[in-house]
């Protein structure tokens, strides 16, 4: 078995230079954006003769990108190969000993060990380690609810996940489908189904799609989704699936009633997958994420770290612990990560909450706190929507755009920015992250000096014109 090579060495005891020929070990659970950064970034710092790295990954494939997985199915992306950044075989070739099919099942912090088992043979072993990372990602939300395993039913997590929907899709005669939750993936996948010529319900407990914005900005994209032809459920909460007589999937019962379907992607978001960790004693907290120092050290403990989609990250505007799984995050996290690892030194200081996605041609963006995020940390604060476009009025192609800001009252530092609306909307959002970053005023941002020229702004950009209207907004509330 391949997961028990590193028991051979005799060290289980968790001695220091566990590798073979006493090189030190680094042991990495979670092959794909975090856990190989890391790995690869660890080797660029110490090579082979130094430094033994050995990597467990319980699927097929590595460092792939599962954000592309709604642009495969929708048919942007041509095929799965094109989703993946660093094949095994090229993280094999840069002295990274990968193991596939192999799922790390214990971690022995107190003998600096883990326990691994292959696939194919069911067997396990022990594998000593000298430093280890975590990166073993998050798991979608699958309720336990009747039906929810029945075929026809498909999460879209890994590559595996979107192969199987994909087959799924061409073989299903009906032309039904039922998303359920209306996040990033959901709303993206109800727009790959839709071009796929499937008839989409989309069914969201909440009062408006994309609840990682305000109501009043999730109503535009629930218009913008209407607009497509998507049937759109809101405040409804599933109660199970329904099936068949051959057992596949033929309707999503709701609290509302049953809504007919072909096929069921769920779209209801992910859990860190800490379980493990948790186990082995490492702390966790209130969102279910492990905690880390600002060298995505694990707390406590000085030679494990953990990153991407199994961490919680401090939030820089609210002060607060926040879960934000993110591929640009996971990244990040490895880069630390493996810096630290490999004998250097790095940090991650946060996050603002910078996200982006789209509808067809409506582009949805966020950056810092919401209203609720704003009055769950305790801040007073004043929010305006501004109504701009976003070219020159005049110029061919402008089209419009709704921004939301949200300042702090009395200081005016501002706190969180939302923006809808078509080509040129969304990375907008970056103008607002950056201010966030730098904990500028609403005021000092009306001052920066951005790019100019009727083919893509107004000679007051819609960040701006929010930002002046918000800073007007702090002079009106005062104190």
């Not at 060495?9 to 990495?28: A, F, M, N, P, Q």
């Not at 107190?110 to 594998?127: H, I, L, N």
């Not at 994909?166 to 489908?177: E, H, N, P, W, Y």
């Amino acid at each position: 078995m391949s997961g028990g090579r590193g028991g051979r060495d005799g060290r289980g005891d968790g001695e220091r230079g566990s590798g073979r020929d006493g090189r030190e070990r680094l042991v990495v659970i979670g092959g794909d954006a975090a856990g190989m950064s890391a790995a690869s970034q660890a080797r660029r710092l110490r090579g082979p003769d130094e430094l033994e790295i050995v990597a467990f990954e319980r699927g097929d494939f590595t460092s792939f990108s599962a954000c592309g997985i709604p642009y495969w199915v929708a048919g942007d992306v041509a095929g799965r190969d094109e989703l993946i950044a660093r094949t095994p075989e090229e993280h094999r070739a840069r002295g990274i000993d990968l193991r596939l099919r192999t799922e790390v099942t214990e971690i022995d912090v107190e003998r600096r060990r883990v326990r691994a088992r292959e696939a194919g043979s069911g067997t396990g072993s022990w594998t000593p380690y000298d430093k280890l990372v975590i990166a073993t990602g998050a798991r979608p939300v699958r309720p336990a609810m009747p039906g929810m395993d029945a075929p026809g039913v498909h999460g879209v997590q890994t590559l595996g996940d979107g192969q199987a929907l994909l087959d799924t899709l061409a073989r299903t005669r009906g032309r039904r489908a039922v998303v359920v939750g209306a996040g990033y993936i959901g709303v993206e996948m109800a727009e790959a189904l839709i071009r796929r010529g499937f008839e989409v319900t989309v069914v969201n407990r909440g009062g408006e799609p994309m609840a990682t914005l305000d109501p009043d900005m999730g109503r535009l994209v629930r218009r913008a989704m209407e607009g497509l032809g998507i049937t759109m459920v809101d405040g409804t909460e599933v109660t199970g699936v329904l099936t068949g007589d051959d057992g596949r999937v033929r309707a999503v019962a709701t609290d509302s009633g049953e809504f007919p379907a072909d096929v069921v992607v769920l779209g209801i978001g992910v859990r860190p997958e800490t379980g493990l960790a948790a186990a082995a004693g490492l702390p966790v907290g209130a969102r279910g994420g492990l905690l880390t120092d600002l060298a995505m050290r694990v707390r406590g403990h000085e030679d494990i770290w953990a990153g991407g989609d199994c961490v919680e990250v401090l939030n820089l505007v609210s002060g607060q612990e926040q879960y934000v799984p993110l591929g640009t995050h996971a990244n990040k996290h490895g880069q630390v990560i493996g810096t630290n690892a490999g004998g250097g030194y790095a940090t991650f200081p946060g996050v603002v909450g910078t996200a982006v996605s789209k509808v067809c041609d409506l582009e949805i963006a966020r950056t810092g706190l919401r209203g609720k995020d704003a009055d769950r940390a305790g801040l007073r604060y004043v929010s305006v929507t501004v109504e701009s476009t976003s070219r020159a009025g005049y110029y061919p192609g402008a089209a419009p755009m709704t921004v939301k800001m949200l300042a702090e009252r009395r200081t005016g530092r501002l706190l969180g920015v939302q923006i809808v609306g078509r080509e040129g909307a969304g990375k907008r959002v970056d103008i607002a992250a950056v201010a966030l970053t730098a904990r500028m005023t609403v005021e000092q941002m009306t001052s920066l000096d951005l790019g100019y020229a009727p083919p893509f702004s107004p000679v007051w950009d819609p960040v701006l014109v929010a930002a002046r209207k918000a800073t007007a907004a702090v002079r009106a509330a005062g104190s």
